[in-house]
C-alpha cells in the first residue's frame, strides 16, 4: 500500500467482486474525482430486465469508496477503509447494452471520517442515480 | 407473472445479476419473511478481503424488494417493482467462507408505494448490516 | 394552490413548523435552487451545543422538498407533496450564532415521484450537510 | 457527564432544540430501548397539515442517538456524540392531536462507531416511520 503510486495503476487487478461483475476504476489524479465505467451486459440485469440496482449501488460505493480513500491518503496513497453507510436513489433505469459511468467526490470529513457522494450517468449525459456514503479509514494495510 | 404462485418456485430461475452474485432467494410463505442466502467466496471480496458492500446492498436489495413485490401482489403474484431509494448500514465485516442471509420485511405502504426494512446476519446471528428501502409497483408484467 | 404566482411570494406565510424553527424560504425563480436560511439560536442546539440535526434534517427537506414541489408544478405552481424518504450525512458541525443556508435541486423524476439532493453550507460556503430526498406529489390541495 | 445516573433522570433539562419542539425523552433502563414522545400540536404541522417530517427526523435522530449513547457509555453514562448519518422513510401521515413515541435501539458497533435503528408509531402501534441512523462517540464531555 505505501508504494501505491499517485496513478494507482494497479487498480484493476484487484480480484474479487471487482472483477466478478466487471467495471473498471479510474482513480484519476489527486485532484479529480474516481470515475467507474461498466458495460451493460445481460448477466447484469434484474427481473425488470434493466441494471440490478444492487450493481449501481456498488458501482457509486467503488466511486465514493476510492474518493475517500484518496482524501485520507492525501492524494499519495489509497488508504484502505470501510464503508459505514451509503444511500443510493435510484433516479432512472439503465438499459442493457449501455455504458454507464459513476462519478464520486468527497464532500468532507477529517482524518477518520470521510464523506462522498456520487453520480450515476449514462453515455449521453443522463443521471441514472445519485449516492452519498460515510467512509472509515482502517489501519489494516492491504496489498493493492 | 398472475401465473406465480404462492411458493414463488421460480425465483431462482432468473438469470442476470442473481446468478452472476450467486445468491438464493426463498421468498417464502405470503405471511413468511424473504430470505435471501450466499455462501461468500473469494469472488465476492473487496480490497480488504472482506464481502463486498455492494454485494451486501443487493442482497438486503433483493430481500427488501422481493418483500415489497409479495405485498403488492397481496400474496398471490410477485408484482414488478422498481427499487426507489436504498439505504445501508454496514455494521460488521463478512468473512470469505461463512455463510449470510439476508431477511426482509415490509413496515408499510399502500398499493403504489411500499417500505421495507432487512437485515443481514451470519450463521451465528449476527448483525452484519441493516437496510432500508422504498419500493414502487410498475405495471409492466414480466416473466419470472 | 393553483393561484400561487412564479415567486411563491407567500411560502413564509406558512404556520407550523417553520415557524416554529424560524428558518426562511426563497423558491427562487422556476429554474433557481431553493434556498432555506436560518440564523442558528441557542434554541436550536443539541445536547452538545451545537445546531441540531433534526434541525438540519428538517431545512434540507424543506430544500428538498420545495424543489420537487417546483418540479412537479412545472414552475407554474407548488404542488403539493410528500416525503418518502430522506438521508442526511452530517459532515461538520454548525455553530451558534452562525447563518446556514440549505439549497435543494431536483436531479430526476416523473409527474409522480421526484428525487433531489441538498447541501447545507455556513456563510463561508464550508458544506455543513447534504442530503438526499424523495418525493411524491399529492392530489391533496392546499392553500399555501 | 460522568455523574449523569443510569436512570438518566435530568435528560428533559436538556435546553435548545428539544424544549423548542417539546418532545419528551425517556433513556429508561440500560438494557431497554430509548423512548422519546411527542404529542403533536399545530405548530409541529408541514404544508399537508401533518407532521413535518423534519420533526420526525428529529425525533429518530434522538431515539437513535440516546441509544447510541447509552452502547458507548456501557449502561453508566450517557457519551457525548455526533450523528454522522440519519436515513428515514416517512412510511405514514402523523395527525395533527395524535400522540407519537420513537423507540431507538443499537444494531451493533464499537467503541466508536455506533448504529442505531427506530421506528415511530402512532398510540394504535401503526408504524409512521423507520430510520437508521450511525453516531460517533467523542471525547467532549458536556453536562447534562
Known amino acids: 500500500m505505501p508504494s501505491a503510486p499517485p496513478e494507482y495503476a494497479s487498480l484493476n487487478d484487484i480480484p474479487g467482486a471487482r472483477e466478478l461483475v466487471g467495471y473498471r476504476i479510474n482513480a484519476g ?10 458495460d451493460v ?4 440485469a434484474n427481473r425488470v430486465g434493466m441494471l440490478h440496482g444492487g450493481i449501481i449501488a456498488m458501482m457509486l460505493d467503488a466511486a465514493c469508496g476510492f474518493a475517500a480513500s484518496k482524501h485520507f491518503g492525501k492524494g499519495e496513497a489509497l488508504t ?10 435510484f433516479v ?3 438499459k442493457i447494452g449501455s455504458r454507464v459511468t459513476a462519478v464520486g467526490t468527497v464532500t468532507g470529513g477529517g ?7 456520487g453520480e450515476l450517468r449514462d453515455d449521453a449525459g443522463q443521471i441514472l442515480a445519485t449516492a452519498q ?6 489501519k489494516y494495510e492491504v496489498e493493492i
Open 133 to 138: 456514503g460515510s467512509f472509515r479509514a482502517i
Open 111 to 117: 482524518r477518520k471520517i470521510a464523506y462522498a457522494s
Open 41 to 44: 451486459d445481460p448477466k447484469h
Open 29 to 38: 489524479a489527486p485532484e479529480e474525482p474516481v470515475r467507474v465505467t461498466l
Open 80 to 89: 484502505p477503509l470501510v464503508t459505514l453507510t451509503l444511500t443510493t436513489s
Open 92 to 94: 432512472a433505469g439503465a
